[in-house]
């Protein structure tokens, strides 16, 4: 994980380098640090265990010089504890002059280190990263070309790993690589960026361009150039970014996830901006890396994700199968290609990815690729490694996610799923066009519906703050009610690190109901009453077996839902819709809820202990 930035060119470097870390600082933060090369060419290093913060204090105690060069690092410990000794940069060589950043992780680091250390070499960290520093160091001072040296070396190192390099002695130039790991080049006017994604310097320019597999950046102020690690130069494609800087800002809330779940009627309706038209039909463009023939001979679809982005893909799965009569199996992407999975031509692969980074998941579809899958991308990062790899992408129109929590990014998510069913539904021709049509503008409805949920929130809110105490808390879904309760649970976990467990409602009796006993809070997903195959009744049978043994009941449920308040302590109601596009309204009071049990504990909402939003490791 760990996020990266770098600079070059008149601007205040710190001010750019400071600004990019905090909008990166969601990749990690268990340390932060800074390079500089001063226009004497001194190079001066400050970095801090801990948060953003430290470093800011601790560069106020130490000023840095003005610079027109620099690099900087927000860490997710990998190797090595989060101390100010671990934290990057780290200098290499006795000259201590070569200033690098690393993020993923360098395999062969311990044979590196022993033939560095046998050569003489002291340490001043335990981290895999400060080898590289050390052999980049060795490789300039024999060749005394930064671009010589750290080629020789990158070739070495086995592993992930996005590594930016400055150097005293040449102090005009960032040389920068990417293997397994995000790195994004930001062109400037006399001046240019990179970046672990786009976010780190969407404030000063939204021209791109993603670097590939294996290429080495050598970024100066006036020029870009980017080649392969044999040395072949690489074409360069820019490409635009649709994001607006003031969206990865917090703009006047109390945290990123609040404001990101409030965000969440524009991110639905961005993501069905000119997909969807107004008599229903979608239209999805981005889909033409796969023939109509492609759709038509699909056997299977397989859904790869990790986390709440693998709970959208549950989603997705109940609408997908029931519109298109396609089988669809949900994997998540670090069990999949270790299991041999069936793959033919005829299986599209479907990967889920809010960053698009997430190395489990760019694993699996690389797998299913070799297997000769065709992969479709559903991410809301542009330039990102999964939309490059994948043969089509839907963009999610979600914006920057900042808070470690996804929110807006999986109501996105979700929403795309819908757009993917119902245009495979189309295809396929399996249910008739007037039904699918009907089902599109009830999609249509729902950022309106989402509004309405949103301005409604304050009762999960109140019942979040009075359960800061709770030691656990469950959830119940059925249908497409129990992924919506599997992330119920997961953004209790990961936010207020309580016990939380998500259950298919009918799995009940079968177990888990052994855990009730008096007082047990359980949040349950009341499915449609109007659904004349609904899941209503049975459910409303598990809420009277789990209050008759002493659970207190927080019903969600869909407003004119008359029955449900006499079973439940609380309801928290949701516009109607279609049953199966009701995860997109559900979800919502959970995530809030989780907010407020944390905010009440006095936890970091945006921040959560151990957690790094970009999981760019295996
Ligand atoms: C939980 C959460 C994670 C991510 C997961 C996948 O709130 O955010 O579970 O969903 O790490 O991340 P992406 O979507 O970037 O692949």
Known sequence: MCGIVGYVGPKSTLEVLIGGLRRLEYRGYDSAGVSVISPSGHLETRKKAGKLGNLVAEIEEHPLPVANIGIGHTRWATHGAPTDGNAHPHLGGKRQKLSLIHNGIIENFAELKAELVAAGTSFSSETDSEVAAHLIAREFEKSGDL??????????????????????????????????????????DGENFLGSDVAAFVEHTKRAISVGQDEIVILRANSVEVRSFDGKPVQLEEFTVDWDASAASKGGWSSFMAKEIADQPQAVADTLMGRLNSDGSVHLSET????????????????????????????????????????????????????????????????????GETMDTLMATRYAKEHGA????????????????????????????????????????????????????????????????????????????????????????????????????????????????MEGALKLKE?????????????????????????????????????????HPKVISNIQEIRARGAKVIAIAEEGDDQVASYAENVIYVPQCEPLLAPILTVIPLQTFALALSTAKGLDVDQPRNLAKSVTVE
């Open 147 to 188: 671009v010589t040296a750290f080629s020789a070396v990158v070739v070495r190192l086995h592993g992930a790993f996005t590594i930016l390099v400055i150097d005293e002695d040449q102090p005009d130039v960032i040389v920068a690589a990417r293997r397994n790991a995000p790195l994004v080049i930001g062109l400037g």
């Open 288 to 355: 033409d890396g796969l023939s109509h023939e492609d759709i038509k001979n699909l056997e299977r679809i397989i859904i790869v994700a990790c986390g709440t982005a693998a709970y959208a893909g549950d989603i997705a799965k109940y609408a997908i199968e029931k519109w298109s009569r396609i089988p669809v199996q949900v994997e998540l992407s670090h069990e999949f290609r270790y299991r041999d999975p069936i793959i033919t031509k005829n299986t599209l692969v479907v990967a889920i990815s809010q960053s």
């Open 374 to 485: 065709k992969v479709l991308a559903v991410c809301n990062t542009q330039g990102a490694t999964l939309a490059r790899e994948s043969d089509a992408v839907i963009y999610t129109h979600a914006g920057p996610e900042v808070a470690v929590a996804s929110t807006k990014a999986l109501t996105a998510q979700i929403t795309a799923g819908y757009l993917l069913g119902l245009w495979l539904a189309s295809i396929r021709a399996v249910v008739p066009a007037a039904e699918l049509k009907r089902l599109g503008k009830d999609l249509l409805k729902m950022p309106g519906r989402v509004s309405q949920v949103i301005a409604g929130l304050k009762q999960a809110e109140r019942l979040g703050t009075e359960m800061a105490d709770a030691k656990s808390v469950l959830f119940l879904g059925r249908n497409v009610g129990f992924p919506v309760a």
């Open 495 to 535: 936010l207020a690190y309580i016990h939380a467990e998500g259950f298919a409602a009918g799995e009940l009796k079968h177990g888990p109901i052994a855990l009730i006993e008096e007082g047990q809070p359980v949040v349950v997903i009341v499915p449609s009453p109007r659904d004349e195959e609904s899941l």
